[in-house]
T-cell receptor
Framework: NAGVMQNPRHLVRRRGQEARLRCSPM?????VYWYRQLPEEGLKFMVY????????ESGMPKERFSAEFPKEGPSILRIQQVVRGDSAAYFC?????????????FGPGTRLTVL | GDSVTQMEGPVTLSEEAFLTINCTYT??????LFWYVQYPGEGLQLLLK?????DKGSNKGFEATYRKETTSFHLEKGSVQVSDSAVYFC????????????FGKGTMLLVSP
């Protein structure tokens, strides 16, 4: 059973460009979470999605950031007009039921560098 | 809001030494508690978890007990190995509804031969 897949693993963008990060959850999981890890910091929750629905986006900046999890295909985290402060590791996790006792399974992350 | 506080690192130990990494939390309700480990350049892997007070999570020689009275979930291992060198994150999931995680800042462990 393949784990959580993320691509690309590394992404370099210039200021003002768009970044698209993809996440395929574990087979059978319909709950996806995105987290951001800034240098020397822990992970911060950004957004929680189920298929075709955003459940909680309280951790996501209101400007430039968006997320989706379509009926078919991976979840996408999109960052428009990137700035240097967006440089970070972005991790996706999935869980089977979305309950607070669930284990979340993490992907390897996408490391975004903004030049 | 919810928060998790971990001891600052790095923690430097010799092989076979005893390990304790302290973790305390603030939460409303009765959260689930987790320890995740991150090896260099990789994602997070669940190490252990506990979902109610007095539960003990254990895995690969690591243990942590959910202490509601002290709001703590300290990680321990009796004899560390070089391969345990990694960053360890304590996290909680608030005890209601769905399970977004709140993480501590992480503690780096360095084990020398």
């Amino acid at each position: 059973n393949a784990g959580v897949m993320q691509n690309p693993r590394h992404l370099v963008r210039r200021r003002g460009q768009e970044a698209r990060l993809r996440c395929s959850p574990m087979k059978g999981h319909s709950h996806v979470y995105w987290y951001r890890q800034l240098p020397e910091e822990g992970l911060k929750f950004m957004v929680y999605l189920q298929k075709e629905n955003i459940i909680d986006e309280s951790g996501m900046p209101k400007e430039r950031f968006s997320a989706e999890f379509p009926k078919e295909g991976p979840s996408i985290l999109r960052i428009q007009q990137v700035v240097r402060g967006d440089s970070a590791a972005y991790f996706c996790a999935s869980s089977p039921f979305g309950q607070y006792t669930d284990t979340q399974y993490f992907g390897p992350g996408t490391r975004l560098t903004v030049l | 809001g919810d928060s998790v506080t971990q001891m600052e690192g790095p923690v430097t130990l010799s092989e076979e030494a005893f390990l304790t990494i302290n973790c305390t939390y603030t939460a409303t309700g009765y959260p689930s508690l987790f320890w995740y480990v991150q090896y260099p350049g990789e994602g997070l892997q669940l190490l252990l978890k506990a979902t109610k007070a007095d539960d003990k999570g254990s895995n690969k020689g690591f243990e942590a007990t959910y202490r509601k009275e002290t709001t703590s979930f300290h990680l321990e291992k009796g004899s560390v190995q070089v391969s345990d060198s990694a960053v360890y994150f304590c996290a909680l999931s608030e005890g209601s509804g769905y399970s977004t995680l709140t993480f501590g800042k992480g503690t780096m462990l360095l084990v020398s031969p």
